[in-house]
């Protein structure tokens, strides 16, 4: 039941304070990657579409399929176990309790980003390094270049706005699996939320530490049989602004930090925990 789910968030925010740093980070430099493994495989399913090279399907099903298969990050995540940021936005709920100091949980947050960004990062080098960008006569890299140029060129508003609303979702997929009794269940909960986050072009933190990283890679280091695949220039495409996605990805971890902590985690806890109404 909900009020059961809401102890339970608060009992698992208390145990990842309680994990060594050397642990907490290794786990967050799994989530990093496996949320990178899902960026990767939506890539690689959106690229035809983005590309206009083959068959395009509507807009809606390109992104609702890419959803479907970026999912793979999060159930890794929560099956396989690793640490997430924008999950961990949830540990204000055992803050909220008293059961939990503030420098207890800045220092899981900050341990945990920085892991996924390395996570995510080095899984970018790992597919640059690959070649797997080339693919289908560079289709991939065409998509990876598109969506780390749009994900750097966003209104920092905006930015900040759209990583409000992804955290919503991300958070209530991981609210519905502490809810579930079987992989299965767990799996399930998480798929629509986080399909509808992609489907909506929702801006999650740890996502961007893949696509725009790739998107450089390639910008700087692709050789010249794939700008001879795709039929122009490095130049002739719109420049990924590594500095602006620095503020970006600021904005975003905010926005994303405010859809979980308060929206999701904040609520929840005033209605099934604040003094007075929990049920201990």
Known sequence: MPDAIALAAEDLGMRKARADPTTLFALAVLAGAFIALGGLFATVVMSSAATGTEITLPYGVTRLLGGLVFSLGLILVIVGGAQLFTGDALMVMAWASGRLKTAEMVRVWVTVWAGNFVGAAG????????GQYAFSHGAVAATALYFASAKSGLPVMQAFFLGILCNVLVCLAVWLSLGARSVTDKILAIVFPVSAFVAAGFEHCVANMYFVPLGLLIEWGAPDSLWADLGRRPDALPPIAAGRFLVNLGAVTLG?????????????????RRPGRATH
């Open 123 to 130: 899984t970018a080098l790992l597919v640059f390094l690959s």
């Open 256 to 272: 994303n930090w405010i859809g979980g902590a308060v929206l999701v985690g904040g609520v929840y806890w005033f209605i099934y």
